[in-house]
């Protein structure tokens, strides 16, 4: 079977789907599958010229507004570079992971399956982070993609429970979205016995508001004030760095902490820390949890969307209520005090990983929903004989 997996940023950048993804593929070629990775690169703009219509709503109704306006820009943008790439090449299934990428696979290839698995939610981030307003047009206009999405693919997927719950209001049927969450080949994680003198705390992410980075420095600076030592690492960078630089510096706090920028493969790095948190406002799944943990680091986060299905508060991490620095200081402070109790969230958050969050199970899962939907799935098979 040939598989197309149409992606929206390129293999190897930061974050769950892209890095994840190549791994997917080396495991299929060697089940003796054909696939094949394809992504819109950043340098492509403005070259899209074709008329783009929905079959759910009228998108020019929203028309104007930036975040629109860039979308439909980008989904033309997708269509041209596909159409120049990709030519009269012929794949059994297409599976996209963005909503740009499986709008645009199914009007170049309508009798081709597509499946899309929606990995996060654009419109949350972005209200999130201050660029948008709820329930605004480019609100009202992200969310509407979803039917669209519906509507035009052939198989619905997510990451998890909580963000099929969150999509089913925008949906027709949403019983029948189905979720497989990120895997990881456990090749790339090596945890290192170390004994640091210091606890070593770190969070790897985008530096935007969403990631709540500005309430873990004021966890830290109450820390501080407990007189707890730490040194906290932020692997990432976005558009607030300087910001949060300067809080930092204003909690008293920037001597104990290191900003380390961008970072390809932390997961290189993770494992001489001791403490993974991020106390998200909003996440969809959150896969760097479940790389710390295959890091074997004890884990801390927010009880919200996907962190909440990894985390089982007190037996494989710790969660605390979002926008609430004290009590995220409180449950650094039991990890930080008490190294045992650390490591034996550590151990079990890994145990986890491990048989939860492993390649082979989505391997697994992929190949069930491929093998369903494509040339060989149910619809294709001949009658069986009376």
């Not at 300087?242 to 920037?254: C, D, P």
């Amino acid at each position: 079977m040939n598989v197309l997996q149409a992606l929206f940023f390129p293999p190897e950048q930061p974050g769950g789907v892209s890095s994840m993804v190549p791994y997917i593929r080396e495991r299929f070629r060697k089940l003796g599958w054909e696939m094949e990775l394809f992504s819109l690169p950043k340098r492509i703009r403005n070259k899209g010229q074709e008329d783009v219509e929905f079959e759910t709503f009228d998108w020019r109704q929203y028309a104007g507004h930036a975040i629109v306006d860039k979308y439909i820009q980008t989904l033309k943008d997708y269509i041209w570079w596909t159409k120049l790439r990709l030519k009269d090449n012929k794949y059994d299934i297409i599976h996209a992971h963005h909503p740009v990428a499986a709008l645009a696979m199914k009007r170049i290839y309508p009798d081709v399956p597509v499946i899309m698995t929606v990995h996060s939610s654009f419109e949350r981030e972005l209200i999130l982070n201050g660029r948008i307003a709820a329930g605004g047009p480019e609100h009202q206009f992200l969310t509407r993609i979803y039917g669209e999405l519906e509507k035009k693919t052939d198989r619905l997927l997510t990451v998890s429970h909580s963000f099929a719950g969150y999509l089913g209001p925008y949906l027709e049927r949403p019983e029948k979205v189905g979720v497989i969450p990120n895997g990881y080949d456990e090749r790339r994680f090596k945890p290192i016995s170390h004994d640091n003198e210091v606890a070593q705390l770190v969070t790897v992410c985008r530096l935007v508001p969403a990631k709540g980075i500005d309430i873990l420095l004021k966890a830290c600076a109450e820390l501080q004030r407990r007189g707890r030592k730490f040194v906290l690492h932020i692997i990432g960078d976005g558009p607030i760095r300087e910001e949060l630089e300067s809080l930092s510096q204003r909690l008293g706090i920037y001597e104990d902490t290191i900003f380390y920028g961008y970072m390809l493969h932390p997961e290189e790095l993770m494992p001489f820390f001791d403490v993974f948190v991020l106390p998200s406002r909003a996440e969809s799944f959150g896969s760097v949890f479940a790389e710390a943990a295959l890091c074997l680091l004890s884990l801390v986060g927010t009880n919200v969307g996907g962190i909440a299905e990894q985390i089982e508060n007190g037996v494989n991490g710790l969660l605390v209520p979002e926008e609430d620095p004290v009590a995220l200081a409180e449950a650094l402070e039991q990890l930080i005090v008490d190294p045992h109790y650390r490591y034996e969230l550590a151990r079990a958050a890994w145990n986890k990983a491990k048989k939860t969050y492993s390649l082979n199970r989505v391997i697994s899962e992929l190949k069930k929903v491929y093998t369903d939907i494509g040339p060989m799935g149910p619809e294709m098979q001949p009658e069986p004989a009376e």
